[in-house]
């Protein structure tokens, strides 16, 4: 039996790097954002309950209309949680396919944004948050993504707090720029086992 750990935190937290380490000591990780990017356009399932949704012009070319996407879902918090009650619940089922197939590994991995708000935490057995502060964040973010702060911050307000988070975590990860990342994942994994 393998432990599953999911690796959580705000846009602009580190998430990412946090599980690209883990991937160097050979955990391997399940990218729910990557994941759920590839089901959104390759499930039957989600594409016709999404063009239900918003009409024909989502997929055009096959290839989805991120900016429709994005207007429908951050008009309105209710739109994104229609939207993520079409994708999340396929999502989960293609994680817990990708872990049957991880059966000789006894350290998995699954990074998701929402890991709470989805409800993956129920098929992650520790929760890690990577916390970084909010100014952190948004610069990271504006930089990486070339938004300004005003688009970073409708995301960031679009998710559930990091400090909100903290409450439920299991592990907490900082990175600030300040801590050292490699020995904070190291002692997660030496307390593992």
């Known amino acids: 039996m393998n432990i599953k750990l999911g690796i959580t935190g705000g846009i602009g937290s580190g998430k ?31 594409r016709e309950s999404l063009t239900s949704l918003l009409g024909v012009d989502l997929y055009l070319n096959g290839e989805l209309n991120k900016a429709l996407l994005a207007s ?73 993504d070339s938004s300004s702060r005003e688009q970073v911050m409708k995301r960031i307000q679009s998710q559930m707090s990091d400090e909100e988070k903290m409450d439920m975590a299991d592990f907490i990860i900082y990175n600030d720029g300040k801590v050292p990342l490699i020995p904070q994942v190291l002692s997660l994994m030496n307390h593992l086992g």
């Open 16 to 46: 990412s790097i946090v599980s690209h380490l883990l991937t160097i000591m050979g955990i391997p990780m399940y990218i729910a954002d990557i994941e759920s990017k590839r089901l959104t356009l390759e499930d039957p399932l989600i």
């Open 72 to 144: 429908y879902v951050f008009d309105n918090p209710e739109n994104m949680n229609i939207v993520n009650g079409i994708i999340h619940p396929r999502v989960k089922d293609d994680f817990k396919r990708w872990v049957h197939q991880q059966v000789v590994c006894k350290v998995l991995g699954m990074e998701a944004a929402i890991l709470i708000e989805a409800g993956f935490v129920k098929e992650v057995d520790k929760v890690v948050l990577v916390y970084a502060p909010l100014d952190v964040r948004l610069q990271r973010t504006m930089l990486r």
